[in-house]
């Protein structure tokens, strides 16, 4: 069974411009979070899509937004660059429904994004 | 919002003995509590999980104790190998939608 797979895995970019990454959820998994992991503030949880829907957002800017597919792929966008945006992004899906039990998040091996 | 703190943030410990991990969360109404291993280069991987109406959890060398009234967690890792060596991360939810809310890691060293 493949697991998450993430890309890029690694990225340049300039302060001001915009990127966009890409997960692709475990087959099945309907649930894909993203976290942002730094050295200084360790994992922070950016935001979660279920079934195309935002179910719930951390405490992160609005230039951080993502979506969700019908096949359950995401992408996370974030728009003009700061040079703290440098950071590992980490995707994570897992089987949690609408009832609301927490599962196990399969994380990705993270798109590592350096900002210049 | 929910608050974990973890440590210590560097353990090193000598090969087979044991290494003790301690996390403190802040909100009570918190009832899930993994503990995920992340290897240089890798994606973070759950090793064992607790949920609030349980004190204490095993699988083979690794344990986790949870006290609700003190609002404190600790992985527990016996006869640890060189292959123990590894980030550790804490981690709480009140489950449902909630994201999880990470400790900010212990780096643990198994010295041969």
């Known amino acids: 069974k493949a697991g998450v797979t993430q890309t890029p895995r690694y990225l340049i970019k300039t302060r001001g411009q915009q990127v966009t990454l890409s997960c692709s959820p475990i087959s099945g998994h309907r649930s894909v979070s993203w976290y942002q992991q730094t050295p200084g503030q360790g994992l922070q949880f950016l935001f979660e899509?279920?079934?195309?829907?935002?179910?719930n957002k951390g405490n992160f800017p609005g230039r951080f937004s993502g979506r969700q597919f019908s096949n359950s792929r995401s992408e996370m966008n974030v728009s003009t660059l700061e040079l703290g945006d440098s950071a590992l992004y980490l995707c994570a899906s897992s089987l949690r429904s609408l009832a609301g039990n927490t599962g196990e998040l399969f994380f990705g091996e993270g798109s590592r994004l350096t900002v210049l | 919002g929910e608050n974990v703190e973890q440590h210590p943030s560097t353990l090193s410990v000598q090969e087979g003995d044991s290494a003790v991990i301690k996390c403190t969360y802040s909100?009570?109404?918190?009832?899930?509590f993994p503990w995920y291993k992340q290897e240089l280069g890798k994606g973070p991987q759950l090793i064992i999980d607790i949920r609030s109406n349980v004190g204490e959890k095993k699988d083979q060398r690794i344990a986790v104790t949870l006290n609700k009234t003190a609002k404190h967690f600790s992985l527990h890792i016996t006869e640890t190998q060189p292959e123990d060596s590894a980030v550790y991360f804490c981690?709480?939810?009140?489950?449902?939608?909630?994201?999880?809310?990470f400790g900010k890691g212990t780096h643990l060293i198994i010295q041969p």
């Open positions: 909100d009570s109404a918190s009832n899930y």
């Open positions: 899509y279920f079934s195309e829907t935002q179910r």
């Open positions: 981690a709480a939810s009140m489950g449902g939608a909630d994201g999880l809310t």
